[in-house]
C-alpha cells in the first residue's frame, strides 16, 4: 500500500505484552505476535518519501502522524490518528500476512517475529544503522518505555529519591533512567531475590524484596528515606498492590508515581486520603518518547555509550526456537530474550 513499509527483520525481542496476548488477553487468532524488533527495509510503498529501501528503522506500537492535535501539541506522545493498534489489523483493516491461504492477525503495528512484516509508515522511526541491532529491537518498546519514564515523562531530577517496582526489563530501563539523571537513591522493589543482583548491576542502591519483610513495602521504603517516602515511584508490575504501595511510598505533599505496568488487572482501588495529601499519579506510553521523532535522542545516548545496554540481554535464541524464548522469559535470572531471525 502507499503509506507502507515492508521490513526484513534482523532482530526481535520479547515482552510481557507478548506473553499476556498468547495467554488469551485478546483472543486474535492466528497471530504473528511480537512488538520489539528492528529491521531493514526492502520495499517502500509510492506514498512513502521519508524512508528507503536499506534504511534500518524500528517498529512501534504507537504511531506519530506528526499533523494531529496531540503529535503538534508538543504536550503528549499519544497521536490522535496513529494510537495502539488493538484490531490486529492494518489501519484500513486489512491484513498484510497469511499462511496456508488463512489470514494471520497482526501484533499491534509491529508482528516482529517473522522474517519479515508490513508497517505503515507512521509506526516505523528510522534510526542510525550504527547501534547493533541488538540494542535497537530492545528500544521498540521496554527499554524507552521505562528509560524514557525516568527521564522524560517523569523528569527525574538530581538528588532525588525513586522506587522502582518490578525489576523486569522495564523496571531495569527505570533504573538506568533514574541513575543517569542523578538520582541519590534508587530502591528496586522486587518478589525475586535474584533481581536485587540484577538491579545493583544498573545503578539501584538498595532492594526490598516485599515476601521477606513482614511489613508492607511502603514502610520499609519510608525507613529508607528518614521516614519521608521517595520523591518518585514506578509501578513496573501491572498488580493494584503493587500500585497502592508505589503510592503509599511516596512523600506526602508531593510525590509522583508513574504507572507504567500494563497487567490484566484494568481496575484498581485507592486509598483517596493518598491522593487529598497531595500525591499524584500519572502513567505514559512508551516513556513519553515520541516513537519517530524522539526516538534519535536514546539512539545518541547509547552510540555516546552514556546508555550501555550491554547485559540487559541474557538470552538469545533463533527464531525456529521462539517457544523457547516464552520458557527463558520466566527464568528468575532472565532480563530480556533477544530473537535472532
Ligand atoms: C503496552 C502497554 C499496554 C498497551 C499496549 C502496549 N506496551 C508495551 O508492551
Ligand atoms: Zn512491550
Known amino acids: 500500500m502507499a503509506s507502507e513499509v515492508r521490513l526484513r527483520i534482523l532482530r526481535a525481542s520479547l515482552c510481557h505484552t507478548d506473553v499476556l496476548r498468547w495467554h488469551g488477553m485478546q483472543k486474535l487468532f492466528p497471530r504473528v505476535l511480537g512488538h520489539e524488533g528492528?529491521?531493514?527495509?526492502?520495499?517502500?510503498?509510492?506514498?512513502?518519501?521519508?524512508?528507503?529501501?536499506g534504511d534500518t528503522v524500528i517498529p512501534t506500537f504507537i504511531g506519530e502522524c506528526g499533523a494531529c492535535p496531540n503529535c503538534a501539541s508538543g504536550e503528549t506522545n499519544v497521536c490522535r490518528a496513529y494510537p495502539v493498534n488493538f484490531s490486529g489489523l492494518m489501519p484500513d483493516g486489512t491484513s498484510r500476512m497469511s499462511a496456508r491461504g488463512h489470514k494471520l492477525y497482526h501484533m499491534f503495528s509491529c508482528s516482529t517475529?517473522?522474517?519479515?512484516?508490513?508497517?505503515?509508515?507512521?509506526?516505523?522511526?528510522?534510526?542510525?544503522?550504527?547501534?547493533?541491532?541488538?540494542?535497537?529491537?530492545?528500544?521498540?518498546?521496554?527499554f524507552t518505555t521505562g528509560f524514557g519514564a525516568?527521564?522524560?515523562?517523569?523528569?527525574?531530577?538530581?538528588?532525588?529519591?525513586?522506587?522502582?517496582?518490578?525489576?523486569?526489563?522495564?523496571?531495569i530501563a527505570v533504573v538506568m533512567g533514574a541513575k543517569l539523571m542523578g538520582a541519590s537513591r534508587i530502591i528496586g522493589v522486587d518478589v525475586n531475590d535474584k533481581k536485587k543482583e540484577?538491579?545493583?548491576?544498573?545503578?539501584?542502591?538498595?532492594?526490598?524484596?516485599?515476601t521477606e519483610i513482614g511489613k508492607p513495602t511502603h514502610e520499609v521504603i519510608r525507613e529508607l528515606t528518614d521516614g519521608l517516602g521517595v520523591d518518585y515511584s514506578f509501578e513496573c508490575s501491572g498488580a493494584a498492590t503493587a500500585l497502592n504501595e508505589a503510592v503509599e511510598s511516596t512523600k506526602a505533599g508531593s510525590g509522583l508515581t508513574m504507572v507504567i505496568g500494563a497487567g490484566t488487572q484494568k481496575v484498581m482501588p485507592f486509598n483517596v486520603e493518598s491522593f487529598l495529601g497531595g500525591r499524584t499519579m500519572k502513567g505514559c506510553l512508551f516513556g513519553g518518547m515520541k516513537p519517530r521523532s524522539d526516538i534519535h535522542l536514546i539512539v545518541d545516548k547509547c552510540l555516546n555509550k552514556e546508555v550501555q545496554l550491554d547485559g540487559f540481554v541474557t538470552h538469545e535464541v533463533e527464531l525456529d526456537d521462539i517457544n523457547d524464548a516464552f520458557k527463558l522469559l520466566k527464568l528468575p535470572e532472565c532480563l530480556k530474550v533477544v530473537i535472532k531471525i
Do not use: H, M
Open 38 to 53: 528492528v529491521g531493514v527495509v526492502e520495499s517502500v510503498g509510492e506514498g512513502v518519501t521519508d524512508i528507503k529501501v
Open 113 to 142: 517475529f517473522s522474517e519479515y512484516t508490513v508497517a505503515s509508515i507512521n509506526y516505523v522511526a528510522k534510526i542510525d544503522q550504527r547501534v547493533p541491532p541488538t540494542v535497537a529491537s530492545l528500544l521498540s518498546c521496554g
Open 150 to 171: 525516568a527521564w522524560k515523562a517523569a523528569k527525574v531530577e538530581e538528588g532525588s529519591t525513586v522506587a522502582v517496582l518490578g525489576l523486569g526489563g522495564v523496571g
Open 198 to 210: 540484577t538491579g545493583e548491576a544498573f545503578g539501584a542502591t538498595d532492594f526490598v524484596n516485599p
